[in-house]
């Protein structure tokens, strides 16, 4: 995979008549309470503008009413040197994650415990129209370390797992799914990372691929699914899932999460469509403390069972209204930089 970068930005070299979406995104979780930090860098550009930054903020803790979120927008995004991106105070990078969000801010520090996941497996499709969304996951394990503030509370964040997530595309799937998982109880190194999507193609909407991996108790990652692969089974709402495919090896695995309702936070994405055409809009449910499991059905010898009790992220992205999460104010990518 040495042809994709999983870290360098797109947007920069874009072209100027074409629109664009492009996000960081990072999520954690403390080892021993249901708390976790969401934060995501965007960028979207609109066909024939200049790109628009923003920065998205959640602290999820199951004893809240709800999850306390922001975002806030900002032109003229960069990438300065040595960090991946900076949009307005935040900045995203190898040697450190700060900025701020509403009245959130941070200062953090991550340590991969894993080489970065090419979820699609192929440098071609990277390149290739389909599918428009391209995800890489720099780090789909990593050690926390460093301090959150939210109003007047202070997070000590040292030790906290999660991962850090990069993805680009000319527009959003149809449907899409995200799953990351960590903290299982009967094993510790475990990890896992799922990204499943459907397509509109004439007018018809593909079945879900899904492409990710797992990794248990430090050994190699053993991939998921695959762009050809068949027998994926998903049965999802905005606060449960089940999902069912088989790894590179054969093996039959079945991943259940639920998030609950008051550690569930709904956004709003749109595509990067010309100022004179319909939006694109979706909503999207996202909880970074879900409840995991994740089953390994082997044919020669015993089935295998991991859960963790809020290490599970699970985000549907989906085009109806009536799930019944409530939407955070604003729309990604309303802010029109100057022409």
Known sequence: MSAVSATDARFPSASARGGMYESYYLRLVSPDKPI??????????????????????????????????????FPDPQVPDGAWL???????????????????SWSLVATPRAAPL??????????????KTKPVSPMPDAVFGGEVTVGDRQIDISGWRGMIGHNWGAEHAERWIWLAGTGFAADPEAWLDIVLGRIRVAGRLTPWVANGAYSLAGHPPVRLGGMLARGVEVSETA??????????????????????????VGWRYADPVPRDRPPREHDVAHCSIARLSLTLRNPAGPSRTLTT???????????????????????????????
Not at 239 to 264: C, F, K, Q, W, Y
Not at 318 to 324: A, I, L, R, V, W
Request: overall charge negative.
């Open 36 to 73: 976790g930090v969401w934060i995501r860098h965007t960028i979207h550009k609109r066909p024939g503008r200049p790109a628009a930054g923003a920065v998205w903020f959640t602290l999820f803790d199951r004893e809240a009413e709800r999850p306390l979120a922001w975002r806030e927008q």
């Open 86 to 104: 900076k949009v307005g105070e935040a900045v995203i990078g190898p040697d450190g994650i700060e900025g701020r969000c509403g009245e959130a």
């Open 118 to 131: 090419f979820h699609l497996g192929r440098d071609f499709l990277y390149r290739a129209p389909l599918p």
């Open 239 to 264: 606060h449960h899932l089940d999902l069912g495919l088989r790894d590179a090896g054969g093996r039959r695995v079945e991943i259940r999460i639920d998030s609950p309702p008051n550690a569930t």
């Open 309 to 339: 009790d809020h290490g599970g992220a699970y985000e549907l992205g989906m085009k109806e209204t009536d799930h019944g999460v409530p939407i955070e104010p604003g729309v990604e990518g309303s802010l029109e930089p100057p022409a």
